[in-house]
């Protein structure tokens, strides 16, 4: 079964996954990558307002096969803290 691996750009950083997990079909991959955005987003925004995740996923051959992203977009609509 071909193994797929899914990288995390946050922001300017890139954490490359060097473990990878094993995918069945486009639809898998496709699933697994959405599925990682909104836990990311937990762990990974903190006080952002304004903030992108993305998720790229390689092949085997390291070529880039598959994109997925979230953006959070915030903003306090009664003014600043008092």
Not at 8 to 31: H, K, P, V, W, Y
Not at 40 to 56: F, M, Q
Request: aromatic share 6%; glycine share 4%; net charge negative.
């Amino acid at each position: 079964m071909p193994r797929y691996y899914f990288d995390i750009e946050d922001q300017d950083d890139l954490s490359r996954d060097d473990t990878g997990i094993e995918c069945t079909s486009r639809d898998a991959i496709r699933n697994a990558a959405v599925d990682a955005l909104p836990d990311l987003a937990r762990d990974l925004i903190l006080g952002d307002e304004h903030h992108t995740i993305v998720v790229l996923v390689r092949d085997e051959t390291g070529r880039k096969i598959y994109r997925a992203s979230l953006t959070v977009d915030a903003a306090w609509l009664d003014g600043p803290e008092r």
